[in-house]
């Protein structure tokens, strides 16, 4: 079973550039998972979706950062402009876990390698 | 709100020594709770995990015990090797309602082994 493959894996930018990173999650899984994690930090959720619609974005500096997973399987994170204390490594993680009415089932979720993101 | 503590790093041992990672966590009802290990160069990965009180996850001679009373899931290996050099977070998942399957990490803790 291929795992969740992220593009790019390394990306130097100036601050105030825009910036896409893209995130292909295992096949069949319903849930798509962004998190961000800064140098010497746990990762820390910045968007998770479910098929294509968003579940939870509370943490996600809408002015600057968006994503989408249009058709439900594929996903991209956009930053625009960039500053420097967004130099970190996004990653993406997918789980098959499904919110139903009223319950919810949370299955393992499985990470991509990363895109490290440098700002100058 | 969920908060999950580990010990700082790095930790650096010798071969065949015993290794203790501390983690605890502060969490409105019962979470999940998870050890996730990141090799150089590569993704996180699952390592172990428990889902209630006083279970006990465990995998590649890693060990974490689910101690409610103490709110605690510390990560022991009875003998280290080289190839365990890595950072090593601990993490839960809430549960009810009001839970979305999101994972809150500790900081990490880097694990050094030298030969």
């Known amino acids: 079973e291929a795992g969740v493959a992220q593009s790019p894996r390394y990306k130097i930018i100036e601050k105030r550039q825009s910036v896409a990173f893209w995130c292909n999650p295992i096949s069949g899984h319903a849930t798509l998972y962004w998190y961000q994690q800064i140098l010497g930090q746990g990762p820390k959720l910045l968007i998770q979706f479910q098929n294509n619609g968003v579940v939870d974005d509370s943490q996600l500096p809408k002015d600057r950062f968006s994503a989408e997973r249009l058709k439900g399987v594929d996903s991209t994170l956009k930053i625009q402009p960039a500053k420097l204390e967004d130099s970190a490594v996004y990653l993406c993680a997918s789980s098959s876990g499904l919110l139903l009415s009223g319950q919810k089932h949370s299955y393992e979720q499985y990470f991509g390698p990363g895109t490290r993101l440098t700002v100058t | 709100g969920n908060s999950v503590t580990q010990m700082e790093g790095p930790v650096t041992l010798s071969e065949e020594a015993f290794l203790t990672i501390n983690c605890t966590y502060t969490?409105?009802?019962?979470?999940?709770l998870f050890w996730y290990v990141q090799y150089p160069g590569e993704g996180l990965q699952l390592l172990l995990k428990a889902t209630k009180a006083d279970d006990k996850g465990s995998n590649k001679g890693f060990e974490a015990t689910y101690r409610k009373e103490t709110t605690s899931f510390h990560l022991e290996k009875g003998s280290v090797q080289v190839s365990d050099s890595a950072v090593y977070f601990c993490?839960?998942?809430?549960?009810?309602?009001?839970?979305?399957?999101?994972?809150?990490f500790g900081q990490g803790t880097t694990l050094q082994v030298k030969p």
């Open positions: 969490a409105t009802g019962y979470p999940s």
């Open positions: 993490a839960l998942k809430g549960r009810g309602s009001s839970n979305t399957g999101k994972l809150i």
